[in-house]
């Protein structure tokens, strides 16, 4: 099997960025579309088309925004194009290639909730896809795409660019909510949901790029020709960043239940250097890891991925090769969510820290033997008990690269050094890399 | 009104309660420290966790609704495991100082580890290190290695105070309480924050290293520093009164005090306290004099004056038992309605701020008024004054205020009453500035209790009557109101105060009586230390 161009059909084409590309490549003919159908319709054709959250949870679009109240009140749609989930860099390539394709996506979107008012709340950092993005919606308000009155149909939608400041935690949709409304950027307790209670505490849908790309799509093709691609549970087609020891790392499209395998080896051009596989991250840094033997068997949907005991979250495949230390991977990791818990939950607050400097202090040679339990302990402790997924998103990389990797663990700390490297961590010490 | 069973107990609650609510209501057991009852839900400290019966993850009691039949329970394994680790997290960068920490001995810590905790630390690591002696602003000390980040003093801040000084600064572990730049806490409130820090992050400066808690009794009281009449407590060991913290009544102050009302332990103690009795006589003050033998002199001058050049001066700051006594003797013995009203803040009497602090600064002006209009007293200030210039009025008996520093009119007042030929001074606070006065001719001081050494009534702004019990004794000599014009008068004094309809009746009884007796049993896990 090979790549599918399916959203990013025309993505080679420079000219796909303009309006005029974009229009000349079938762009906005589903808007037209779109406008004169019923909005339930719209809702009840992503709802079959099994179109499901591209940004990580993997949630039924078409079901998430049936939780809105059936009233007039005022509501928002927002795009989530805070990509921060380390090794995931698709929303980055969607915007800066083609954002006509999202903001078509997303005022189809907001016509179907009924939505006036939209914000893409895109990563600080993305300069080029800000850029894009507001070039991209100031042609389609020129084109009456966005503003008063849509295409004559009388419905009115306004668009706006948010720039986030490079917080993973403003990636989580409540977080997204609390830094938009001009807040520190913290999740918020649920319930309420953002459906019934989110930006402004007005009903409120927040969904991916590529989710809502997506839906343009679902329009085009109906429900049923979007399910050409995928499986039953795992609708569509879906993109993937393939990043690490690979000879060609890089955004793929492919059928969702597409074969790990085929990713790593075909598309990827196998692992560099002539370097054996020995792990794989499928779904982004939170996403617990697969040894080789696992990764050859799986297959990128949301089912078998879970069957695995790990997901497919964001879509980030991280492959590491057999010369890299997991105990140094994995401090790698600690550092990443020590650094970017909000601090709200204790458990994750404490925690995250926690974690990080026992794996710091195993890395440097000073570990001892029951720091390996304490990691697992403190990692399960960590799960499910804390108002966002941040804390269990910290502690499963913890939990399954101790559990499936341990001898790598014990032998750093009985011998004070790396099994695969020969050698202790010789970076800067814990206290001077955080402070 | 949905029904469920916590903890194999039924309970039936109102529509909307929280599982903590409920627990809280029913004085069961839970731990937390981000929730409080008087501030909105934070969900942040992940302590209270209960299991529901059909769900398999733990789910925190304070933002999970009681829905009819729900079952449920914080006694299981898996949540007794939970709330150890949920503490553990609390603890690992909590610096060990129990023993310089002002918290220790009512510490939300303490209690949760004595109670959930109890085994070795496993935290092998080096601590996180943050700022320590943060000054806050002119009352509040902040220690942010100590601090949980429960978010309460914020809270606290922003939705009742409405100050918004606060906030949390930084994220993860080294997210930190600060104020806003170019901000301080200074707001009339601002102790509040120390009271409700469930650790010993947040100290007063007042009150820091003066007492170990564990040294200190509780009593309940009513604040005698406005007319709200703030429930209080009342902390205090033989050698005094150290401080003063709010106690929870919905009808009257909610959870809450002001920053001024907690400064009126000081007057209470002996250095400013009248301790024994003094006269003038012939140009020559006698002092150290015992109060029941200077009140026995006094009565001998009342015995021999008439009801006309006789007048008895009364402020809003006594019990009302007292007012009784004293008018009832002067109406009734002394056959005189010569009784006056010093009200120092007549004309700031209906300012408030919209929370707690209201313009009249006595407890009891309505207790005054009403035992006045009982007995057919009706005077005006000025009527005093030019009785007093006229020479018409030879012997003046003055109940003084106990706060004194509410009073700004007192040396004013003083050259006022040193017209009258006898000068009987009921005081509980210091009286030797009458000395530096010449133009006293006979004065006779005798010492008198303050609001937390006698029982009484204050009515307060709305007419609540707060019925308070002694809390201790300070100044064992000094006499109540109701004491003293026994002796003035020479004989018992007949007083029929809780037949009084007027006072006592249904409508004016303490709202929450009910409730305050059940939150006496309450063992909640806030319960400070006691002697």
Redesign the interface.
């Given at each position: 099997m090979s790549e599918v161009k399916y959203l990013t059909e025309f993505y080679h084409l420079p000219e796909f960025k303009t309006l005029d590309g974009y229009k000349k490549n079938g762009g906005y003919k589903e808007l037209e579309k779109a406008l004169k159908m019923q909005p339930q319709a719209i809702i009840d054709e992503v709802k079959n088309s099994g179109l499901r959250g591209r940004g990580g949870a993997g949630f039924s679009t078409g079901m998430k925004w049936g939780f809105l109240p059936k009233n007039n009140e005022p509501r928002y749609l927002l795009c989530n194009a805070d990509e921060g989930e380390p090794g995931t860099f698709k929303d980055r390539m969607m915007m800066e290639r083609a954002p006509h394709q999202l903001v078509e996506g997303m005022i189809i979107s907001g016509f179907a909730i009924g939505s006036k008012k939209s914000y893409i709340y895109v990563r600080g950092e993305y300069d080029a896809s800000i850029a894009s993005l507001e070039t991209a919606i100031q042609e389609a308000y020129k084109a009456g795409y966005l503003g008063q009155n849509i295409l004559g149909s009388g419905f009115d939608h306004d668009m706006d660019v948010y720039r986030g400041a490079g917080?993973y935690?403003c990636g989580e949709e409540t977080g997204m909510i609390s830094s938009l409304e001009g807040s520190?950027g913290q999740p918020k307790?649920k319930?309420p949901f953002p459906a019934v209670q989110g930006y402004l505490k007005k009903p409120t849908i927040v969904n991916n790029v590529e989710t809502l790309a997506a839906v343009k799509y679902v329009m085009r093709d109906g429900a049923q020709g979007y399910r050409k691609y995928g499986t039953e549970k795992s609708a569509g087609t879906k993109l993937f960043s393939l990043s690490g020891n690979v000879v060609k790392p890089g955004n793929y499209e492919v059928p969702l239940a597409y074969p790990l395998k085929d990713m790593i080896f075909n598309l990827g051009g196998g692992i560099k250097n002539g370097k054996k596989l020995k792990a794989v991250i499928p779904g982004g840094s939170s996403a617990p890891v697969l040894t080789a033997d696992e990764a050859m068997k799986a297959t990128l949907d949301y089912e078998c991925m879970a069957q695995m005991g790990t997901m497919l979250g964001s879509g980030a495949i991280i492959v590491i090769d057999d010369s890299k230390c997991m105990v140094e991977c994995l401090a790698n990791l600690t550092h990443f969510y020590?650094?970017?818990?909000?601090?709200?939950?204790?458990?994750c607050?404490?925690?995250?820290?926690?974690v990080d400097?026992?794996t710091h202090?195993i890395l440097s040679g000073k570990g001892?033997m029951?720091?390996i339990e304490?990691l697992l302990k403190v990692a399960d402790?960590m799960k499910?008990?804390?108002?966002c997924a941040l804390s269990d998103a910290a502690a499963l990389p913890v939990i399954s690269f101790v559990t499936k990797f341990r001898d790598e663990f014990e032998y750093f700390v009985r011998e004070g050094k790396s099994k695969v490297k020969g050698t202790a961590y010789k970076g800067h010490s814990h206290?001077q890399m955080h402070? | 009104m949905p029904k469920c069973t916590i903890n194999g107990v039924e309970l039936e609650v109102k529509e909307g309660t929280t599982i903590i609510q409920a627990m809280y209501d029913n004085h069961q057991k839970i731990a937390h420290y981000c929730w409080h009852p008087g501030l909105s839900?934070?969900?942040?400290?992940?302590?209270c966790?209960v299991e529901i019966e059909g769900n398999p993850?733990?789910q925190i009691a304070c933002?999970t609704v009681v829905t009819e039949g729900m079952k449920v329970n914080n006694n299981s394994p898996k949540v007794k495991e939970?709330v150890k680790?949920?503490l553990d997290?609390?603890l690992?960068?909590h610096p060990l100082d129990c023993p310089i920490c002002d918290q220790a001995g009512e510490c939300g810590l303490q209690e949760q580890y004595m109670e959930f905790g109890q085994y070795n630390s496993?935290?092998?690591?080096?601590k996180?290190k943050k700022h320590k002696v943060v000054d806050l602003g002119p009352t509040v000390v902040l220690d942010s290695e100590r601090c949980?980040?429960c978010s309460r003093c914020v809270r606290f801040t922003d939705e009742v105070s409405k100050t918004n000084e606060l906030g949390?600064f930084?994220?993860?572990?080294?997210?930190e309480i600060g104020t806003h730049a170019g901000k301080e806490l200074n707001n009339k409130y601002s102790l509040n924050t120390v009271d409700i820090c469930p650790v010993g992050a947040l100290t007063s400066k007042d009150f820091r290293f003066r007492q170990r808690v564990w040294y200190l009794k509780d009593s309940e009281a009513v604040c005698n520093g406005c007319s709200t009449g703030c429930n209080v407590k009342v902390y205090f060991n033989k050698e005094g009164v150290f401080r003063v913290k709010p106690k929870r009544n919905d009808a009257i102050n909610g959870h809450w005090m002001c920053d001024d009302g907690r400064n009126i332990y000081k007057f209470v103690n002996k250095e400013n306290r009248q301790l024994k009795g003094m006269k003038l006589a012939n140009g020559q003050w006698t002092v150290d004099l015992h109060a029941g033998s200077v009140a026995k002199d006094a009565a001998q001058v009342l015995k021999a004056a008439s009801s006309d050049d006789t007048a008895l001066v009364l402020t809003g700051q006594h019990t009302v038992e007292e007012y009784e006594s004293i008018v009832s003797a002067f109406v009734n013995q002394f056959k005189t309605k010569n009784v006056y009203h010093w009200w120092n803040s007549e004309k700031t009497a209906s300012d408030f701020d919209g929370l707690l602090i209201r313009g009249d600064k006595n407890p009891n002006t309505k207790g005054l008024q009403t035992v006045l209009a009982k007995h057919g007293v009706q005077t005006q200030w000025s009527q005093l004054e030019s009785a007093l210039n006229s020479g018409k009025i030879k012997n003046l008996v003055v109940v003084g205020p106990e706060n004194v520093g509410v009073y700004n009119d007192l040396a004013e007042k003083q050259n006022l009453f040193a017209k009258a030929h006898n000068f009987i001074f009921l005081t509980a606070a210091k009286a030797d500035v009458l000395k530096e006065n010449k133009s006293f001719k006979n004065v006779f001081v005798i010492p008198t209790k303050t609001f937390v050494e006698k029982a009484g009534t204050f009515v307060n702004h709305a007419g609540v009557a707060q019925q308070f019990k002694k809390v201790t004794t300070i100044v064992s000599e000094a006499l109540t109101v109701s004491e003293a014009a026994t002796l003035l008068v020479g004989q018992d004094i007949k007083v029929d105060i809780v037949a009084d309809q007027d006072l006592f009746n249904a409508e004016n009884k303490r709202a929450d009586q009910v409730a305050l007796d059940h939150r006496k049993k309450n063992e909640f896990i806030f319960q400070r230390g006691r002697l």
């Open positions: 917080a935690i520190k307790l319930p020590h650094h970017e818990s909000c601090g709200q939950c204790t458990p607050r404490e925690g995250t820290g926690w400097k026992i202090s001892r029951q720091d304490l402790n499910g008990k804390t108002i206290a402070h | 839900i934070a969900g942040v400290c992940r302590l966790m993850r733990l933002n939970a680790w949920g997290f609390h690992i960068n496993e935290m092998a690591e080096a996180t949980v980040l949390i930084n994220r993860g572990d080294h997210a």
